[in-house]
C-alpha cells in the first residue's frame, strides 16, 4: 500500500509515472464517504431549523417583554 501523508514524500511534489489515486491508496471507502457527507447535511439542516425556532421564540419572549414595559409606562 502507497502512504503519501504530504507533498514532501514526493520528489519535486510532481505527478509520478504509474502512480494513480484509489481506495486502497488513500483509504478512503466510498461508499461511506456518500453517506457520511448526507449525515452531515442532515445534521446540518437540523441545527439551522433548530437555530431558527430559538431565534423566533427568543423574539416573541423579546416583544412580550417590550409590549408589557409600553404598557406599564402609559398612564
Keep these: 500500500m502507497?502512504?503519501?501523508k504530504t507533498s514532501?514524500?514526493?520528489p519535486a511534489n510532481r505527478h509520478r509515472r504509474n502512480f494513480?489515486?484509489?481506495?486502497?491508496s488513500t483509504g478512503a471507502p466510498l461508499a461511506?464517504?456518500?453517506?457520511?457527507?448526507q449525515l452531515a447535511e442532515w445534521l446540518r439542516l437540523f441545527?439551522?431549523?433548530s437555530?431558527?425556532?430559538w431565534l423566533e421564540m427568543r423574539w416573541r419572549s423579546h416583544l412580550g417583554r417590550v409590549r408589557f414595559a409600553?404598557?406599564?409606562?402609559r398612564p
Design 20 to 24: 494513480h489515486s484509489s481506495v486502497v
Design 47 to 49: 441545527d439551522a431549523g
Design 32 to 37: 461511506r464517504v456518500g453517506g457520511l457527507r
Design 8 to 10: 514532501a514524500h514526493v
Design 2 to 4: 502507497l502512504t503519501i
Design 51 to 53: 437555530r431558527r425556532l
Design 70 to 73: 409600553q404598557g406599564r409606562s
